[in-house]
């Protein structure tokens, strides 16, 4: 989204042209299945980047007349926005295909490149008023710059720290990503597991009923031997009388 009044800027110059790279067709191609939203959110994030890069190009041509303090907060706001937008974008790819994650990965690599080009130009902005100022002890001007020198330096780790968080996001995907194929595998063994052990309760059943009509068979043995006794005993006993 964009939060307040949208500002425009003419085209940026050839000194930010690479930036473009990563928003033209040598960019994965997603697929013609993409949700409306996220292509409102992709339309939205190449404006922000156009108009990112339009302030970045005032603040490198500045040389310490002309008021940059402006520049300087409207670059910084437009470079939340198109954090909070690739956040946005973010969610959407989770929700899709394979192609929207890539594409929004090659996002973040160029807002990352588009930041720590600021914190530079910002502290060169910087360096530039504290030159250009009058009026200004030396002992001042380099306290200034020692601390802008450290607020760059505390910039560049914090932009480690996001590149740390990114990547282990990233890797969580993945972790999640292998943990539902292993999920599909889980499940399929227990259906097996499942066919298996109602295959042997059917074979017991089986065994259960061949052992009884055994013992029906053994019982009905003794019953004809037993009779057969009986009659020969008979017979015997009135042959001999």
Do not use: W
């Not at 190009?57 to 437009?78: E, N, P």
């Not at 059917?202 to 057969?228: C, D, F, P, W």
């Amino acid at each position: 989204f964009f939060f307040g009044r949208r500002t425009f800027f003419p085209p940026p110059n050839r000194h930010y042209s690479h930036y473009s790279l990563a928003l033209r067709p040598n960019q994965p191609k997603v697929s013609s299945t993409m949700s409306s939203l996220f292509d409102r959110y992709d339309a939205e994030y190449r404006t922000l980047t156009s108009q990112i890069q339009s302030s970045l190009s005032t603040l490198t041509t500045y040389s310490g007349g002309g008021d940059a303090g402006s520049q300087v907060t409207l670059c910084s706001g437009l470079l939340k926005q198109a954090d909070d937008l690739i956040k946005q974008m973010d969610l959407e790819a989770r929700a899709g295909d394979r192609e929207l994650q890539v594409k929004c990965k090659a996002y973040k690599k160029t807002l990352q490149a588009l930041r720590k080009d600021f914190e530079a130009a910002r502290g060169r902005v910087d360096r530039e008023g504290l030159l250009a100022g009058a009026g200004k002890g030396r002992e001042d001007r380099n306290r200034l710059l020692q601390t802008t020198d450290n607020l760059g330096r505390q910039n560049d780790t914090l932009d480690k720290a996001r590149r740390v968080m990114a990547e282990t996001e990233d890797v969580a995907l993945e972790i999640t990503e292998e943990l539902g194929r292993n999920r599909e595998k889980i499940q399929s063994a227990r259906s097996k597991v499942l066919e298996v052990s109602g295959m042997t309760n059917q074979a017991r059943r089986l065994v259960h009923s061949m052992s009884k009509r055994e013992t029906q068979q053994k019982i009905m043995m003794y019953g004809l031997a037993l009779v057969l006794v009986g009659a020969i005993v008979v017979v015997v006993y009135y042959m001999q009388k």
